[in-house]
């Protein structure tokens, strides 16, 4: 914890905008299959949406319980081995090139750190997490040196790699009644809040990141379930979350598809430009003095009151706050392994359509949907009017593995028929482009957010769960609180300083997973 100071000051440069009290005042997907030769499973360990009925639809909390129980059930017995693993077969570092569609509007990398320095705060991850937290530590602590590092350039990560959509609250509880209503009602708030602070950086710092709230839609394809969203709906509004239910008819009328039997509608759900709000978020750190140095990967981290961070080059940096924002990377590094497992999700995008083309769709609301599916696809139209798809089977490969490229056109072929499904008339429109990104999922489906380390001085956030692209910069700003010592104003929080449940090591990991994927093969529908 460092002294701060409570004046908000908005970074220079960046007149006006100030954080705020936001949040302070009220308080798997699987593929029918199992495991390739090469070690790729395909399943992902949560899905976006609501909870379904009947054995034939996995809730993403049933899913990831059973698989973990897999895992479990399979490491009994091998508790040496699985002590052993990170020992003996280490995940290996490495830097996968992001070459998204949205990476096309990312910044020109800094140059690396080129000799050994020392700062109050060091943030290994250029992504949303680490850019948003040296922002609002920059708010706090006007006088401390904050220097985050990059392995590659920011925005590499699944920051850059996303679906674009900009939803509230977090995976575990999207569209989902708990037993927690306040609770609830507190996190849609809180992320609700933040898009508007998206919006307010967005015109201080004069960077347009393309965000527009037409809401979402999540659409529902049995008859059973979207009669069931009808009370789920009712539920929610009550306890102070609005969401529409939306019939058939209007289902179709919004987006243009006749596949669904109905959908919720959230009004304060959005979708923006993944590459360009990274973009912002740098511009805003660069102008708060942060030290921002790309292409700095880091290789060992020697734990300590202060931290001595040595990078490829040789170079260190010391300092007695160190901050984790490197999500599905984190376990390469040593740390999180247990936490969250890093699973391969796939987007791919059109060329912008003709008039014509747009009109054949009938996507009037032109607000991004996500289906409800255990293999859950999701769809956007941006603003020059392409079409982006991602989602379905996804891949978890051995040990923190890389998928081959093979398979990289494998599943832009499904995400094309997926396409042609929802909108004949795109049949003859191939993808301009499709990409891979690694998402951090814990086996709650849940985040986690706080401190731990021998000397409490290690700062963390993972698991966002598919939810990343407006949580990421709530969780910078709660960690650049919980660094200037205002831990109070987070007490309500559920994923506060804790850890997702147990996930156990190579090889018990892998083979758990592929028991889930057998299991789903059978019920998922």
């Not at 914890?1 to 440069?13: K, N, R, S, V, Y």
């Not at 609501?50 to 899913?63: A, D, F, I, P, V």
């Not at 790699?161 to 569209?175: C, F, H, V």
């Not at 009712?234 to 209007?250: A, K, M, N």
Request: aromatic share 8%; net charge neutral; hydrophobic share 40%.
């Amino acid at each position: 914890m460092l002294g701060a100071t409570d004046e908000g000051f908005p970074p220079t440069g960046t007149p006006g905008w100030k954080y705020g009290t936001l949040g302070h005042s009220t308080e798997a997907i699987t593929e029918a299959g199992g495991a390739d030769a090469n070690g790729t499973c395909r399943a992902l360990l949560v899905t976006k949406g609501r909870s379904n009925s009947g054995m034939g639809q996995l809730t993403r909390r049933e899913l990831v319980k059973r698989a973990g129980l897999a895992t479990a059930g399979i490491a009994t017995g091998g508790v040496a081995i699985n002590a052993l693993a990170p020992i003996v077969a280490p995940e290996r570092l490495h830097v996968d090139v992001n070459d998204s569609y949205w990476s096309r509007e990312l910044p020109q990398p800094n140059p690396p750190l080129r000799a050994s320095i020392e700062a109050d705060v060091a943030i290994i991850g250029g992504g949303l997490t680490g850019l948003s937290t040296a922002c609002y530590l920059h708010q706090l602590l006007p006088g401390k040196r904050v220097v985050l590092l990059e392995a590659h350039r920011c925005g590499n990560g699944a920051s850059a790699r996303n679906g674009a959509m900009l939803l509230p609250s977090t995976a575990d509880r999207y569209l989902q009644p708990s037993a927690q209503p306040t609770i609830d009602r507190r996190l849609h708030e809180l992320t609700v809040g933040n898009i508007a602070t998206l919006r307010t950086l967005q015109t201080t710092v004069g960077m347009d990141a393309e965000i527009e709230t037409p809401g979402a839609v999540h659409v529902l394809r049995s008859t059973d379930d979207a009669r069931n969203a009808a009370v789920d709906a009712i539920r929610l509004t009550d306890s102070g979350i609005p969401v529409e239910h939306w019939t058939r008819e209007q289902t179709a009328a919004a987006i243009g598809t006749h596949a669904y039997a109905g959908a919720l509608f959230i009004p304060a759900a959005g979708q923006l430009h993944p590459g360009k709000l990274v973009a912002l978020w740098k511009q805003a750190a660069a102008a708060a003095g942060v030290g921002i140095y790309e292409q700095t990967l880091v290789t060992q981290i020697d734990e300590g009151a202060t931290h001595s961070l040595t990078t490829a080059s040789g170079n260190i940096v010391r300092a007695p706050v160190l901050v984790l924002a490197t999500n599905a990377y984190s376990s390469a590094l040593g740390y999180l392994r247990r936490a969250a497992a890093a699973v391969w999700d796939y987007v791919a995008i059109t060329p912008p359509l003709t008039a014509s083309q747009l009109a054949d769709v009938g996507w009037k609301s032109r607000a991004p949907f996500d289906d409800d599916h255990t293999e859950v696809y999701y769809l956007g139209l941006t603003r020059d009017n392409r079409v982006h798809i991602g989602g379905g089977p996804v891949d978890y490969v051995f040990n923190g593995g890389v998928p081959t490229p093979d398979r990289l056109v494998e599943r832009h072929r499904r995400l094309h028929a997926a396409l042609v499904r929802l909108y004949p008339s795109l049949v003859d429109v191939a993808f301009e482009t499709g990409w891979a990104g690694a998402v951090d999922v814990s086996l709650d489906a849940s985040p986690a957010v706080g401190r731990m380390g021998r000397n409490d001085n290690v700062y963390y956030a993972i698991g966002y769960s598919g939810q990343g692209v407006n949580l990421t910069s709530v969780f910078g700003r709660i960690l650049a609180e919980l660094i200037a010592g205002h831990d109070d104003r987070w007490q309500w929080l559920p994923y506060l300083n804790r850890l997702p449940p147990y996930l156990p090591n190579e090889p018990f990991r892998w083979l758990g997973i592929r028991a889930e994927c057998a299991f789903v093969r059978t019920f998922d529908r």
